[in-house]
């Protein structure tokens, strides 16, 4: 249903910009990303005669979460919008300025204009799942950094035994957490069935379905939606008769881009559509970022095509069943 007020949010990790758009009147304020944040958004809206309000916010990973389930339990209508719909829709304004508060404002508008489909929270299992991969990404972020810093050379052997007692112990909890993934997915039968055709890609193991799983490719509508979310698609910039090169927009989610990357480098080596691709590329002497980004691109919709049609991997109908004619046919 549509609605007068828009609520425009630009999520950061420990704050958010909101505005508020009505008939007559605009409002904005800035809050902690936390649930006590989440209370004094309740009363702002409250002290603003708003009982239900259309929020909208960019899906550009976890840092909105806990907000968009927060306001849809309170019974407003949320969208969690895919970034380049915004990144169009500001061109399309001629928006030239870019502040947490104007951005908010451009969604609020955004929201109030299109009135994006609402946003549906996700089930307990992929919520679950989420938070293991949150935490096992964060541990190894912090064992990487011990390495580093034990690489870097420390002169105090104090030092250098607290910094292996560190990594032993972020190993073990990186056991235990992988351990607890793969036994929350075999525990429901879907994620389950969804991990097997994942891991039938040559390229991605273990660790990269788990990641692909918690973004429930299949609710996406097309191949190329999905890789807009993941903001590998291509973005092509030109003016006039200047064309300039073709690039990843990089405008989606991050920490799966950063999930992709590595899976991508095994598929250039032993995925044949990845390694053919991959050598087309080199023939044209294109770079070594490039291949690698069109390696991450073709990866994820071979990763929907295989989730969209039901069926494993096989490079001689990989090309099809990503296509989303074909893979709606195939289901």
């Not at 494993?312 to 090309?319: C, R, T």
Request: glycine fraction near 6%.
């Amino acid at each position: 249903m549509d609605t007068t007020d828009g609520l425009g949010i630009d999520i950061a990790k420990d704050s958010f910009q909101a505005t508020l758009l009505q008939t007559q009147r605009t409002y904005r304020r800035t809050f902690k990303n936390t649930h006590e944040g989440f209370g004094q958004l309740a009363k702002w809206l409250t002290k603003h005669k708003v009982t239900q309000v259309h929020a909208c916010m960019e899906a550009t990973g976890t840092y909105g979460n806990a907000l968009a389930e927060w306001l849809h339990e309170a019974g407003h209508r949320v969208s969690v919008v895919n970034p380049m719909a915004i990144h169009a829709y500001a061109k399309s304004q001629l928006a030239r300025n870019k502040t947490d508060a104007l951005d908010a404002d451009l969604i609020a508008r955004f929201c109030l204009k299109e009135q994006p489909p609402a946003w549906e929270p996700d089930p307990p299992e992929i919520r679950e799942l989420e938070a293991f991969v949150r935490r096992l990404h964060a541990l190894q972020i912090t064992h990487t950094q011990e390495v580093n810093r034990l690489k870097s050379g420390v002169s105090s052997a104090v030092v250098q035994i607290s910094i292996q007692d560190m990594l032993a112990f972020l190993e073990q909890q990186m056991t235990t957490i992988n351990a607890l993934i793969r036994q929350h997915i075999d525990t429901h039968p879907d994620l389950k069935r969804q991990d097997a055709l994942l891991q039938s890609i040559p390229g991605i193991g273990p660790a990269s379905s788990a990641v692909l799983l918690t973004v429930q490719l299949t609710t996406y509508r097309s191949a190329n939606a999905v890789a807009a979310y993941a903001g590998l698609n291509p973005a092509v910039v030109q003016s006039g008769v200047f064309r300039g090169q073709t690039r990843l927009s990089k405008l989606g989610d991050a920490a799966l881009r950063a999930a992709l990357y590595f899976p991508a480098l095994a598929a250039i080596r032993f995925n044949p559509i990845i390694a053919d691709l991959a050598r087309r590329m080199a023939a044209h002497h294109k770079s070594s970022m490039a291949i690698i980004g069109a390696a991450m691109h073709k990866l994820i919709r071979l990763a929907y095509g295989v989730l969209k049609s039901g069926l494993p991997f096989d490079p001689n109908y990989s090309s099809n069943s990503c296509h989303p004619r074909r893979v709606q046919a195939a289901a």
